[in-house]
Nanobody
Framework: QVQLVESGGGLVQAGGSLRLSCAAS????????MGWYRQAPGLERELVARIFSGGSTNYGDSVKGRFTISRDNAKMTVYLQMNSLKPEDTAVYYC???????????WGQGTQVTVSS
């Protein structure tokens, strides 16, 4: 099993920044991708960003140019730098890790991000 521990959520004003962190532990040897999903009330869960062990990244359209995902392979930690935050970024953000063929196999408990207008 893999355990994911998130940190860094909170309340910020529109235009501000936050940085989320997620550390993986446990059976991590097969993990090839880590990332973030988010879910706002009444909406479906959506991909925010993910990064593969080789360094390639994917971003959701709504965050491109504002959010940056990075990864410290030695620490098995992934970071999400969120800039120019908007009220519509308000959601619970979930850290996700995956293995070959199952890119979202493990989920963290979620951290709340609230952006006030």
């Amino acid at each position: 099993q893999v355990q994911l521990v998130e940190s860094g959520g909170g309340l910020v004003q529109a235009g501000g920044s936050l940085r989320l962190s997620c550390a993986a532990s446990g059976s991590i040897s097969r993990i090839i991708v880590m990332g973030w999903y988010r879910q706002a009330p009444g909406l479906e869960r959506e991909l925010v960003a993910r990064i593969f062990s080789g360094g390639s990244t994917n971003y959701g359209d709504s965050v491109k140019g504002r959010f940056t995902i990075s990864r410290d392979n030695a620490k098995m930690t992934v970071y999400l730098q969120m800039n120019s935050l908007k009220p519509e970024d308000t959601a619970v953000y979930y850290c996700v890790a995956g293995v070959p063929g199952r890119w979202s196999d493990f989920w963290g408990q979620g951290t709340q991000v609230t952006v006030s207008s």
